[in-house]
């Protein structure tokens, strides 16, 4: 069992810490936030998951993780040392490494007093040639150690889903190791000894663009599934998860991630299109592709709204209440949550929103000011004109008529085709994607 180094404790670098710490490492979880250090050491994450706390605690109980801020103490001890920190976009759409460059360059003062080989990995999202570019110069630097001699480095990227966060890290559907030099990989490899995943290994390179070309090749699959349910709405008649079923009894194409909605949200896909398709164009390739899986999805809002209106003419002056405000139901993220640009486009019509989200609405506050939000469904929809489904809170399923009966005008718009349809008897239901 090795002794790792997690820096940044937010979504993945918790996730994991406590993953390796259950599994027997000992990890110590490092971050230059000491108000999230102190929750973590009382057992309480910073963030809502399912498990989660319950796993950090046990694994608190067994030390076999602790957390600090000292990042330098964390790394100087470690033989593995992985990097989740964040890596925000910039305005037009490239990622912003200043964070992860900072914490290289702390790590290397931390590696300067370690007297035996370590190994760097990044996990965090990173455009081709960044962990070689600038974590590799930044920890040079700052440790005085030169890469492939006196330490390693990989790129181990996570494939984490919110939700499902711990069990995506414990029990992943493949490992990919992208690595300096074999001796790097080794280390690498040892620390995930006791997991049967499917294993990769490429260059540094390789590895980062998997992380990107996967979370753009599912984005694209949702973009797909919501161009179809659009056309399904234009030809009429048409339902598409039908339509997605019929397809996806295809090997070659799969039925999952063909839910259509109103666009995908969430800290990571959005940001990393943008930013894929930034890093193209910085290297003078315009990704059309990518534009459009965009560009659909900042339209795919509005066709919530469209709907509405078909159904009562101009919003102006009418109470539009949204269920679901995180970017997904099981979630209290609103992260490019697309019930933001559903809200904004609602108000500049000058509609009243009113919001409920069974966790999120806190947040969502935060980010729409102008949006009410309801403590519950009943009453989000009390005298409300239109009722717009945004996110797959399972709970909407179990709605019934009788839960619309305090509306002013029972108009419904199933923007996440969730709610049970033979239920809705009085109710003027429109669907999205038939
Ligand atoms: C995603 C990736 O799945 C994960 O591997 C990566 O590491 C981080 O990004 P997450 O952001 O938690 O995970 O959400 P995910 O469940 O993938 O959904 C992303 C968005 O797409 C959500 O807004 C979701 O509602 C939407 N979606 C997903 C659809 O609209 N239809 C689908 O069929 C699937």
Known sequence: MSRLCVVGTGHVGL?????????????VGVDVNATAIRTLQKGKPTFFEP????????????????????????????????LCVGTPSRPDGSINTSYLKDAAATVGEGMRAASRYQVIAVKSTVIPGTTEGVVRPAL?????????QHFGLCVNPEFLREGSALEDATKPDRIVIGALDSRSARALRAVYRGQRSPRLATD?????????????????????????ANLCDAFGGINVDAVVEGMGLDPRINPRFLKAGLGFGGSCF?????????????????SRLLRSVLELNDRQPLRAIELAEQAVGSLAGKRVAILGLSFKGGSDDVRESRAIPLAKALLERGATVVGHDPEANGAFRTEVPAVETAPDVKSALARADVCIVHNDWPQWRALKAADFSGMNRKVVVDGRRILNRSAMKGVTLFVLGG
């Open 15 to 27: 996730v994991y810490g406590v993953a390796f710490a259950l599994a027997g490492h000992s990890v």
């Open 140 to 148: 040079e630097k700052a440790s005085g150690k030169a890469a492939g």
């Open 204 to 228: 540094l390179r390789t590895s980062e663009m998997i992380k990107y070309a996967t979370n753009a090749f599912l984005a694209t699959k949702v973009s797909f599934a919501n161009e179809l």
């Open 270 to 286: 959005p940001k990393d299109v943008r930013a894929l398709a930034a890093a193209g164009r910085a290297r003078g390739y315009e």
């Open 51 to 82: 498990g989660l706390e319950a796993a950090l605690k046990r694994a608190l109980k067994s030390k076999k993780v602790t957390f600090s801020e000292d990042i330098r103490a964390g790394a100087r001890d470690a033989a593995v040392v992985f």
